[in-house]
């Protein structure tokens, strides 16, 4: 992963313009807009990209290109594969499940009491802007249904059999 990264910070590197500033600093100039100073002695750059990760970036690349050396031994010890065998050259040991525990003599730790926060308590939670929304829900879709003809796509108040209904001939009462 180290040595794709490098690749592209060389390829990205070969449109760099190079100035020697002293011995181990150089200025290293993207066009007129871009300029960074690299240190090869302290291993910085100015783009800070170098110190986070660990791999040169494309303005060190170009420095160390500058000077003739090889960008390779610019990559930090970590991502080598001796580090990386020495890491995991012991093995793990499994850890003992919660009831195998040796019980503690020390007193249990409680949670503090609740206290009661003046001011008037809110009446709705408030959800979370991830979480649905649950309230007066859409009747889109629904399919209505008369209670006086028992058919589909009216209710009382469109039903033609308005004057057979006692609803509507008494004004809405019930009698």
Known sequence: MALKVLQENIAKSMKYVVHWNSQYGYEVKEGHTSKHIVNLNMLTCTCRAWILKGIPCAHVVAAIHFKKLESVNYIA???????????????????????????????????????????RTKKVRRREPTENKIGKLSKRGTQMTCNNCHAKGHNKKGCHKATQCPTRSTGGAKS
């Open 77 to 119: 010890h970590s991502y080598h594969r001796e580090t990386y065998m020495k890491t995991y050259s012991h093995f793990l040991q499994p850890v003992q499940n919660m009831e195998m525990w040796p019980e503690s003599q020390n007193l249990s730790v409680i949670p503090p009491k609740v206290r009661v926060m003046p001011g």
